[in-house]
């Protein structure tokens, strides 16, 4: 299994990204896709999550898939400087819920940095 994390970027304050994650060997219809950040400093933390059994994904930026693409997005509206991290998205297989714990994911992308400046 891998996942590409991609889209990140250097914008400045109140800028949207997009960020992609697509994966290989792995049906993401058919897993729990979360998105963590790492911000300079701090401990990774939970930002969003989508399953096929959690509708709209949980969190604090709108997250979406296209199964076609086997992809899943991170739409990142309004950024201040404290979005500023490097951000992962991980899978875990086989489920049809969002996983509220970090352990709880079976895969790691290598994660796209996002620097939030003006």
């Known amino acids: 299994v891998q996942l590409q994390a991609s889209g990140g970027g250097l914008v400045q304050p109140g800028s949207s990204l997009r960020l992609s994650c697509a994966a290989s060997?792995?049906?993401?219809?058919?897993?729990?896709v979360g998105w963590f950040r790492q911000a300079p400093g701090k401990r990774r933390e939970g930002v969003a999550c989508i399953a096929s059994g959690d509708h709209t994904g949980a969190g604090r930026f709108p997250i979406s898939r296209d199964n076609a693409k086997n992809t899943v997005y991170l739409h990142m509206n309004n950024l201040t400087p404290e979005g500023t991290a490097r951000y992962y998205c991980?899978?875990?297989?086989?489920?049809?819920?969002?996983?509220?714990?970090?352990?709880?994911?079976?895969?790691w992308g290598q994660g796209t940095l996002v620097t939030v400046s003006s």
């Open positions: 991980a899978v875990r297989l086989r489920t049809v819920h969002c996983r509220s714990y970090q352990h709880e994911y079976n895969y």
């Open positions: 060997s792995v049906n993401l219809d058919d897993a729990a």
